[in-house]
T-cell receptor
């Protein structure tokens, strides 16, 4: 069964640095998403991406964040000037025609020191 | 925006018993309600979903019911097994957009 894959599984970064989280969505999917889950809290929506542009974003997704689909397979989340509170598990998800259901990757645990 | 509440936060049941997890949502126009199971350190996995034009859906030991009037939906697991132990998240998709709004999760423990 095809899966969403994310790299790295764990990223440790100094506060103030930039990080790029990478995702390879399921190959024939059209919609791509980033969510985050702070330890012990609910999964929160960050952004959705369709047809090479952002379709929705939450208030969490401010100018510190950006997404890109640099080629036909990767979908990346960039976080600039990382802060301690950016520490969380970041999940990528994708969905096909009709936008449902969403399939999640294993996540990247981001630790900001 | 949509607000999803989930109860209980923890649930322990004896193996073979049933487990019920309940969620409420605020946006009456929400039209899709998935349930995800997340084992420790692993990805959320879709276990069942329901659309707003259906009141109930069943898949073997798992069922979901939806009450649109009351704006709540529930996950029912029958004949629980130890491997059902995990955190379960409900979610709702509003009519405007494709993002999911998740509940706070229920940690289910099935005691052998």
């Amino acid at each position: 069964e095809p899966e969403v894959t994310q790299t790295p599984s764990h990223q440790v970064t100094q506060m103030g640095q930039e990080v790029i989280l990478r995702c390879v969505p399921i190959s024939n999917h059209l919609y791509f998403y980033w969510y985050r889950q702070i330890l012990g809290q609910k999964v929160e929506f960050l952004v959705s991406f369709y047809n090479n542009e952002i379709s929705e974003k939450s208030e969490i997704f401010d100018d510190q964040f950006s997404v890109e689909r640099p080629d036909g397979s990767n979908f990346t989340l960039k976080i600039r000037s990382t802060k301690l509170e950016d520490s969380a598990m970041y999940f990528c998800a994708s969905s096909g025609q009709g936008a449902m259901p969403q399939h999640f990757g294993d996540g990247t645990r981001l630790s900001i020191l | 925006g949509e607000n999803v509440e989930q109860h209980p936060s923890t649930l322990s049941v004896q193996e073979g018993d049933s487990a019920v997890i309940k969620c409420t949502y605020s946006d009456s126009a929400s039209n899709y309600f998935p349930w995800y199971k997340q084992e420790l350190g692993k990805r959320p996995q879709l276990i069942i979903d329901i659309r707003s034009n259906v009141g109930e859906k069943k898949d073997q030991r798992i069922a979901v019911t939806l009450n649109k009037t009351a704006k709540h939906f529930s996950l029912h697991i029958t004949e629980t097994q130890p491997e059902d132990s995990a955190v379960y998240f409900c979610a709702a998709r509003p009519s405007t957009g494709n993002q999911f709004y998740f509940g706070t999760g229920t940690s289910l423990t099935v005691i052998p």
